[in-house]
């Protein structure tokens, strides 16, 4: 049987094979300490990952390191340190973070240091040059150095305030750079979004992204910089007075490490196009607009679709170290554990639109969602099972219940929201399931059946169905929460390991009568806030 993602028409028949799954999230910029709006994007990353790997697709997930540009070459000043030993202290954060929410990541390459990268970039570069589409032009603009982005020419702005960014935010840049025409290539990349060929969600970005084009139209962009204002970046191929501006450096590395370079030419493996890129709504214009023109000027395929999360929030304000609003992720992560602070992230806070973080609501969610559902269910079934039926799996009942048919319509819910990107609503499938079976517990009261010898088909029945909703929550939930996944799935040990994520387990009656049932070993213990 075709599984979905190995459906693919080939001429007039249909033919299985797998098509690898790329995944990726943005490069971070390592100029300060990880927050939770990297925590964020990483975990989302990660648990679409985790899902299509559970689905037997054959996934490569990449993240990594922006390390170039103004702004930590002003960072690494301001601690009297070289760029390369700043990045190279800093990335012990970035890696702790990473480690810490458990994302399992393929590859987290590293824009300064990577040689496969320098590589590819400079591949890049000639392929863009011999379509026509670099120059050297010489031009005074506003550069804005916390988002490395060129404003606009001091010819069309003659006062930078019309940005309404803070003074020494913004500089004015006058110099004779490398251009990428990117003009040239508005109406193809206005047709890939417009026809869904690079598909954006949600739906309303990618209208942001085609008015922004409307209005402003593709504008050919600045892409090196003075060597002499700025050495910290990659060489430009064939002027050492110049180096590479970050972000056309930066996002050549979705193809770092997804093709690789022969004759100086860009061969593309298996993994390219991308799946999917997840960025967040504040460099959704680089990678909807400018990501896909250069890839036309290299004469290359385009990503298949990009994910656009929010802004998480803390208390309603913007989290910002100075304003003491900012989120140490990693020190939830310590406190709490990786599925603790994975769970908040991709349930409470909405896949695709703006949250907020308050210590208080992340602690009552990991109190009410994590402990006291997905753990107590999980502790609260298998134990029942032990001592009522000794510890394995009982007979499943002679005729369906509601369980069976509640559980199949989740699945289905869940399916479609990860299919969809909706981390959320799936999440929210889940604890729902969570609640259902918690009530039916409370209903049907096993204990009071246990005490009653003519009820004790109806007790194993019942028994039988509460353990697959656990074992089934537990394959939903895996990829949000790998070690509470992992937990539920050691009390089924007589169930085959590949059967334990995989698509094979995403269904009703798995279970057999007669298998030993494990332990749930500790899974969201307590914490006080
Ligand atoms: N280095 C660039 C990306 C280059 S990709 C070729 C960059 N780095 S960043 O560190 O500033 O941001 C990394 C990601 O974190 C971006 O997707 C950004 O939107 C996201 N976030 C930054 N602050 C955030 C929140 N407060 N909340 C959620 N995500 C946030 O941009």
Request: proline share 5%; aromatic share 10%; with cysteine.
């Amino acid at each position: 049987m075709c599984k979905p993602w190995q459906f693919v028409l080939l001429g007039a028949s249909a033919t299985c094979y797998p098509t690898p799954v790329t995944i990726t999230t943005s490069i971070l910029y390592p100029s300060g300490t990880p927050h939770l709006g990297h925590a964020l994007e990483l975990v989302q990353a990660d648990v679409l990952a985790r899902y299509q790997r559970g689905l037997g697709a054959s996934v490569y997930f990449q993240t990594g390191l922006d390390e170039h540009g103004l702004k930590i070459a002003r960072k690494a000043e301001e601690q009297g340190l070289r760029p390369r030993d700043y990045v190279a202290q800093q990335l012990q954060l970035f890696t702790a973070l990473v480690e810490g929410l458990a994302v399992s990541a393929d590859r987290f390459i590293r824009t300064s240091a990577d040689q496969d990268h320098a590589q590819m970039v400079e591949a890049f570069w000639n392929a863009c040059l011999a379509s026509g589409d670099l120059e050297q032009r010489t031009y005074a603009a506003w550069y804005d150095v916390k988002q490395e982005e060129f404003l606009g020419l001091v010819a069309d702005h003659p006062d930078a305030v019309v940005f309404g960014l803070p003074s020494e935010q913004i500089e004015r840049i006058e110099e004779t750079n490398w251009f990428f025409r990117a003009s040239r290539y508005e109406q193809q990349v206005v047709r890939a979004l417009e026809s869904g060929e690079l598909k954006v969600y949600p739906d309303h970005r990618a209208k942001e992204l085609l008015q922004f084009v409307r209005e402003k139209g593709l504008q050919d962009v600045s892409i090196s910089r003075s060597r002499e204002r700025l050495s910290w970046g990659l060489p430009v191929p064939g002027d050492d007075t110049q180096v590479l501006y970050v972000w056309f450096d930066a996002l050549i590395n979705y193809l770092s490490g997804t093709a690789s370079v022969g004759g100086g030419r860009i061969v593309v493996s298996e993994r390219w196009p991308a799946t999917l890129h997840i960025v967040g709504k504040d460099i959704a214009r680089f990678h909807g607009l400018l990501w896909p023109a250069m890839l036309l000027s290299a004469g290359l395929p385009l990503p298949k679709a990009l994910m656009v999360h929010g802004h998480v929030r803390s208390g309603g304000v913007a989290m910002s170290k100075s304003l003491g609003t900012g989120v140490d992720p990693l020190a939830f992560t310590q406190q709490y554990g990786s599925d603790g602070v994975r769970w908040f992230l991709t349930s409470a806070i909405p896949t695709l639109d703006d949250g907020d973080f308050t210590a208080e609501r992340f602690h009552e969610v990991y109190v009410s969602e994590c402990a006291n559902g997905l753990g107590n269910l999980a502790h609260r079934v298998v134990s029942m099972t032990k001592r009522y039926v000794g510890g394995v799996v009982p007979q499943p009942p002679s005729s369906g219940h509601a369980e069976r048919a509640v559980t199949l319509e989740h699945l289905s819910g869940y399916t479609a929201a990860m299919g969809a990107y909706r981390l959320d609503t799936a999440a929210e499938r889940i604890m729902s399931l969570v609640r259902f079976a918690n009530q039916r517990i409370d209903e049907y009261q096993p204990w009071v059946m246990a005490k009653d010898e003519h009820r004790t088909e109806e007790l194993h029945g019942f028994l039988y169905e509460l353990l697959e909703i656990v074992r089934i929550v537990g394959v939903m939930a895996a990829p949000f929460v790998p070690s509470y996944g992992l937990r539920v799935a050691e009390a089924f040990p007589g169930v085959l390991g590949e059967d334990r994520q995989g698509s094979a387990a995403l269904r009703w009656g798995v279970l057999e009568a007669g298998m030993p049932l494990g332990e749930v070993g500790v899974t969201f213990g307590r914490v006080e806030l």
